[in-house]
């Protein structure tokens, strides 16, 4: 069974309109980390944003924020004020346990395209 | 900038030849990871290490082999390369110094197996 399940393989968006991208995970474990990362077509590995599964609030950096709901194993990127450079191809990502297991689990990737 | 460096860039290879492709860091970080990345399955884990000479297999690891022999260098070999290898291929580093421990990564290598 996939950890990381990103069911939107392309979304696409107007440029200033805010764009949700899904992502839901699987783990037993209670100590996690969930992380996005960006990829534009010039093939770089980007990392936006973090959020601890004990961290109480949402994590947000600048446009980026995490909407993180642990009940549901969800840990949406939202991106508000889309910009004609956040097309690109996003990861979800997640890092199980905390006794030294460091080894990011990747989701399939949702390419966003953003529309003038 | 975590100071990673992959070499070569892009290389195209022929069915049956081995290749070695180097990961090079510059911060004496612990984790290093091998991925690869093909269209509709995302970054799949190929091996990854905790220290000089300790590595592990992980999702994709048939074919593959690699070896540390020292803190700053992650070598990938594809001992008799086929086409199925074909790949956009990432290493990785991983902070643990920091508090969030986010992977950092290499520009990629592009291996076309002809």
């Known amino acids: 069974a996939q950890k990381i399940t990103q069911t939107q393989p392309g979304m696409f968006v107007q440029e200033k309109e805010a764009v949700t991208l899904d992502?839901?995970?699987d783990t037993s474990d209670q100590s996690y980390g969930l992380f996005w990362y960006k990829q534009p077509s010039s093939g770089e590995m980007i990392f936006l944003i973090y959020q601890g599964s004990y961290d109480e609030q949402n994590a947000t950096e600048g446009r980026y924020s995490l909407n993180f709901q642990k009940a549901r194993k969800s840990a949406n990127l939202v991106i508000s004020a889309s910009q004609l450079g956040d097309s690109a191809m996003y990861f979800c990502a997640m890092r199980e346990g905390g006794g030294g297991s460091y080894i990011p689990t990747f989701g399939r990737g949702t390419s966003l395209i953003v529309h003038p | 900038d975590a100071g990673i460096t992959q070499s070569p860039r892009h290389?195209?290879?022929?069915?049956?030849?081995?290749?070695?492709?180097?990961?090079h860091q510059?911060?004496?970080?612990?984790?290093?990871?091998w991925y690869r990345q093909d269209p509709g399955h995302g970054l799949r884990l190929i091996h990854y290490s905790y220290g000089v000479k300790d590595t592990d297999k992980g999702e994709v690891s048939d074919g593959y082999s690699v070896s540390r022999s020292k803190t700053e260098d992650f070598l990938l070999t594809l001992?008799?390369?086929?086409?199925s290898q074909t790949s956009v291929y990432f290493c990785a580093i991983?902070?643990?110094?920091?508090a969030t421990g986010e992977a950092f990564f290499g520009q990629g290598t592009r291996l076309t197996v002809v």
Not at chain 2, 11 to 23: F, I, N
Not at chain 2, 26 to 33: A, D, I, L, Q, W
């Open chain 1, 23 to 25: 992502c839901t995970y």
């Open chain 2, 11 to 23: 290389k195209v290879t022929e069915t049956g030849t081995p290749v070695t492709l180097r990961c």
């Open chain 2, 26 to 33: 510059t911060e004496n970080h612990r984790y290093m990871y």
């Open chain 2, 79 to 83: 001992e008799s390369a086929t086409s």
């Open chain 2, 94 to 98: 991983q902070t643990t110094g920091s």
